[in-house]
């Protein structure tokens, strides 16, 4: 079998569902980690995202990996390929392609919190290239990087964690997430980052509100998993999605909108909460970077960055850094 699937355990306790509806749900100001999005319905909703004309990000880094893949390989010729948050892989096969062109045969390692649809892009990888073998992980990248089941074997190791997610992070989350990848890796293993660029604030907001409403679905996707998980009866119908950036911390944020005064009972957790008309729940943040934030994230967790690769008019960029 080249296909195979690890449970990976927490290296440390992080809140479940309903601790974190606990605190983040019952009282202003209101929140709810992002993890949650993606059970199997909202994963494929946030595949639709990606193909709408207004999200430029998944466009811009497949342009990106399209033309760079070859370069990354040969230079890094790794013979593990690890992907945090790897989705459908569907950016991820310009590189493999690269891969096989150049002869080079890593192993895959994708980590996802939504099985499902890891094991189903894994399944068609392994069809596309008799050469690939994939160890699914499946587990919460926020507990921790270090039970990760890679192998000491010495090899060389290319990370990625594409599609912007690092600016789903708050800042200093953002540094210890890094610091923790930097711990993976060995002088010369290298790490292919992709992170959204600061633009037009009418750019951004529309990748983050589409037309046609899969953005909208998707956030509000998060009340049919409070609902099924925590014997919730948050009316769907009673929120609207709103996306906006705020220029001053640089990132879009996502909320859900009370429609009118309503009052919310979370069977779970024996509790009850009143919502106001026009309160809102954070439910993700996308940061957008200058050149500045990226060269200080980078410095901060000693990584050197070796290339970047920005698409169009600084819209969007890869970065390729190594742990010297
Ligand atoms: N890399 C893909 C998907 C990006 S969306 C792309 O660029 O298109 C973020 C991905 O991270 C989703 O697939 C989601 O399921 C996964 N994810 C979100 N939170 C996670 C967590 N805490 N641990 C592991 N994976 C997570
Ligand atoms: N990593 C993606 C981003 O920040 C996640 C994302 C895209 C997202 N669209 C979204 C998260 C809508 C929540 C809602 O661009």
Known sequence: MRLAHHRVAPERRVPDLAEDARAGLLAPPRSMPPKYFYDERGSRLFEAICDTPEYYPTRAEAALLTDVSERVIADIRPAHVVELGSGNSHKTRHLFAACERLGIHPRYWPFEVSPQIMLDSAAALI????????????????????????????????????????????????????????????????????????????TLEAAYDDA??????????????INRELGGDMPVAGYRHRAV??????????????????????????????????????????????????????????????????????????????RD
Do not use: C
């Open 245 to 322: 950036f705020d220029r001053t911390l640089s990132r879009i944020e996502m909320r859900l909108v009370a429609e009118y005064a309503h009052r919310v009972r979370l069977e779970a957790l024996g509790a009850d909460f009143e919502i106001a008309a026009g309160e809102e729940i954070l439910t993700e943040i996308s940061r957008k970077f200058s050149q500045e934030a990226i060269t200080g994230l980078l410095g901060r967790a000693g990584l050197r960055q070796t290339a970047h690769y920005p698409y169009g008019d600084d819209q969007y960029s890869l970065v390729l850094a190594v």
């Open 212 to 225: 046609a409403g899969y953005t909208a679905a998707f956030n509000k996707n998060l009340i049919n998993v």
């Open 127 to 202: 069809a596309d290239y008799d050469w690939l073998h994939v160890e699914a992980m499946s587990g919460d990248y926020t507990a921790g990087l270090g039970n990760l089941p890679l192998p000491g074997d010495g090899g060389r190791r290319l990370i990625l964690f594409l599609g912007g997610t690092i600016g789903n992070f708050e800042p200093a989350q953002a540094d210890a997430f890094l610091a923790e990848i930097v711990s993976l890796m060995a002088p010369g293993d290298a790490l292919l980052l992709g992170l959204d660029r600061v633009k037009d604030v009418a």
